[in-house]
């Protein structure tokens, strides 16, 4: 029997090194944080390379972002934020209960990375699925932790543009739709969210994280 690992988020397979021992088949497999695979077993291996062990440097590939710029396509509105944020705090009901496509772009400086294998680009919280490109270079989604993109082979030593293009679900669009607070004659559902306390139904909001917000790192495979 031959195994072989399959990242679920890039769709990326490898085979894995596996010693026979009491008619079962034993393995090793390194993962970053929250990291996740499938394991599958064949009678042949798969035209791959074999399994990385993940490793990270204990600094993390210095960078400086400036400020980010936020396109709302639905709303086709424009900010300019120095950090990112959850759009549900956001003083706009247009924003705090928009549900839709996103799009954020900023650039950032960093030094060439010293004996790294990889270079991986970390974002801390996507609500809900994202994609990123490296100047201009097409990097891949990311829909669950760790969140992590290898942008190795479109970095570059100096200035680098960074482009995020992402989504959340209806729900929070729905909401204000549903309590009256946004008014959409061509939008009708009969969902609504309820809390329940000391035998009373009370009306009530609430909403899912939306957007992307928390830290952006580089971090260094060695």
Sequence with gaps: TCLSYWDPQTCR???????????????????????????????????????PQWTVSQENLKAKF????IHFRRLDKTLEKSSLFDWRTS??????????????????????????????LKL??????ASVKVNGKDCGIVWAAPYLIDVTDALKKG??????????????????????IIKDEN??????TWDYKEGKVLKTEDLQPSGLFGEVQLIVEK
């Design 13 to 51: 397979y490898y085979r894995l090194n596996a010693v026979s021992q009491d008619d079962m088949q034993q393995t090793s497999i390194k993962l970053a944080a929250n990291g996740s695979a499938f394991i599958v077993a064949a009678n042949t291996y798969p035209d791959a390379a074999e399994a």
């Design 91 to 120: 003083d706009d009901p247009a924003i705090k209960y928009y549900s839709g496509e996103a799009d954020y772009q900023t650039t950032f400086t960093c030094k060439a990375p010293k004996n790294a294998k990889r270079v991986y």
């Design 124 to 129: 801390e919280d996507v609500n809900v699925i």
């Design 66 to 69: 400036k400020a980010w710029t």
């Design 187 to 192: 939008y009708w559902t009969n969902g609504r």
């Design 159 to 180: 200035k680098n543009r960074l482009e995020i293009s992402m989504a959340n679900t209806w729900y929070n669009y729905s909401q204000a739709v549903n309590y009256g």
